[in-house]
Structures are given as structure tokens and as C-alpha cells.
């Protein structure tokens, strides 16, 4: 079993619509969670990392983490089409310096 | 905006040759990642730098694959010989954070990625 799972859709959705980005995982060490947003034929890009449990915003994004659960997800309010990209999940584990990395979900915003 | 500069962007080679693959960091970014990402699947860690020092290699196969990064500054990454399976993206990452063995960072800029294609 990965220790981070993630569905790597394709997910696809209107313009304006809510998606949901979601990974889970199993090792409850992981305190340093990651969301990197990754073009076609580009290298990732951090969009948003969270401290151990909670929400985090920024603008149209939104990043909760559920220790008890072992579940994080990411939140895209009135999406865009330039929003279409691969989505990857990424952990640290509280000791050790390995990032965890989830396959992906590809997304697209259709205008 | 300061980035992280691969070259080349593209490489087709064929199998049981050699490639290498260059990287600049951030300027000022003591350390330096090299990961492999295979088509449909996140990055994975081949070796990691601390300034000119290997941090972590346990994931680098060293019977074909070697890395260096011998003024603290930018990177080479070879494999000799290339095998079909060797075809992925090559991605640079570099960070501000000083890291060891225990302690990782979050903080991590990639580069665009050499796209490998072994035939």
C-alpha cells in the first residue's frame, strides 16, 4: 500500500464550479502538507502547504487537513479554466526530509 | 522572479548511451533535489545536496546513475547506460532551507524538467 493515495481522476468541470481535490494517507508521522499545482510540461508549483490539522486560505483556495482521518483536500472556489492542470498532494514526515508525493488528479475547467 | 533553469528541456537518446541533464538553482538555495517523475505519477527523490555534500542518495540507482554538485552551485545529473525504463521527466528542485537527514522542508521550488525518451 502507497503511503499517500490519491484519485488521479481526470476530474472535469464547468467554469464557476467548486472542485474538490483529495488525498489520503497512512502514516500519521506526516505533519507538513503540500499542494503543488503542475502544468502541462512544467515542473510543480507550490501552491499551498498546512502545519499539522486545520484550514488554510489563500484567494479561491482552500486547504484542510483532517489528522484524525488521515485525509487532506483542497478547495477551488469559482474555477477557471487556467485552472486546468495536474493537482499533486506532497507530506513530510515530522522527523526526516522526504517529500511523499500522490499521483496526481488531473483537472479541467471547461469555459 | 528568480526560478530554477534546466537544460536541456527536451533529450531523446538511445538505450546504452549516456545523458546528462544540467541545473541552476535559486540563486543563494544551499540545497538541491533531483527527482524522477514517471508519467501519471508524483516525483520521487533521487538525491538531495546539501551545499556540495549528499544529504540523501538512497533512492539514486548508482550502478547507472551518479550526481554531482561540486562548487555548491549547479547540478549534472548522469546515467550511463540509459535503459528504456530510464524515459520520464527529470525535475531540478531547489530550496533556501537548509535540510539534513532528519529535517525536511516544505519549501521546495522545481524547475521546468528534462523530458526524457529512451528508444
Known amino acids: 500500500q502507497k503511503e499517500v493515495e490519491q484519485d488521479p481522476g481526470p476530474l472535469s468541470v464547468p467554469e464557476g464550479a467548486i472542485v474538490s481535490l483529495n488525498c489520503t494517507y497512512s502514516?500519521?508521522?506526516?505533519?507538513?502538507f503540500m499542494w503543488y499545482r503542475q502544468y502541462s510540461r512544467k515542473g510543480p508549483e507550490l501552491l499551498m502547504y498546512t502545519y499539522s490539522s486545520g484550514n488554510k486560505e489563500d484567494g479561491r483556495f482552500t486547504a484542510q487537513v483532517d489528522k484524525s482521518s488521515k485525509y487532506i483536500s483542497l478547495f477551488i472556489r469559482d474555477s477557471q479554466p487556467s485552472d486546468s492542470a495536474t493537482y499533486l498532494c506532497?507530506?513530510?514526515?515530522?522527523?526526516?526530509?522526504?517529500?511523499?508525493f500522490g499521483t496526481g488528479t488531473s483537472l479541467t475547467v471547461i469555459p | 522572479e528568480a526560478e530554477v533553469a534546466q537544460s536541456p528541456r527536451y533529450k531523446i537518446t538511445e538505450k546504452s548511451q549516456a545523458v546528462a541533464f544540467w541545473c541552476d538553482p535559486i540563486?543563494?538555495?544551499?540545497?538541491l533535489y533531483w527527482y524522477r517523475q514517471i508519467l501519471g505519477q508524483g516525483p520521487e527523490l533521487l538525491v538531495q545536496?546539501?551545499?556540495?555534500?549528499?544529504?540523501?542518495d538512497s533512492q539514486l540507482p548508482k550502478d547507472r546513475f551518479s550526481a554531482e554538485r561540486l562548487k555548491g552551485v549547479d547540478s549534472t545529473l548522469k546515467i550511463q547506460p540509459a535503459e528504456l525504463g530510464d524515459s520520464a521527466m527529470y525535475l531540478c528542485?531547489?530550496?533556501?532551507?537548509?535540510?539534513?537527514?532528519?529535517?525536511?522542508?516544505?519549501?521546495?521550488?522545481f524547475g521546468p524538467g528534462t523530458r526524457l525518451t529512451v528508444t
Open positions: 540563486s543563494g538555495h544551499a540545497t
Open positions: 506532497a507530506m513530510i514526515k515530522n522527523t526526516g526530509n522526504q517529500f511523499y
Open positions: 528542485a531547489s530550496s533556501p532551507i537548509r535540510v539534513s537527514l532528519t529535517r525536511g522542508t516544505y519549501e521546495q521550488y
Open positions: 502514516n500519521s508521522a506526516f505533519q507538513y
Open positions: 545536496f546539501q551545499d556540495e555534500s549528499v544529504v540523501d
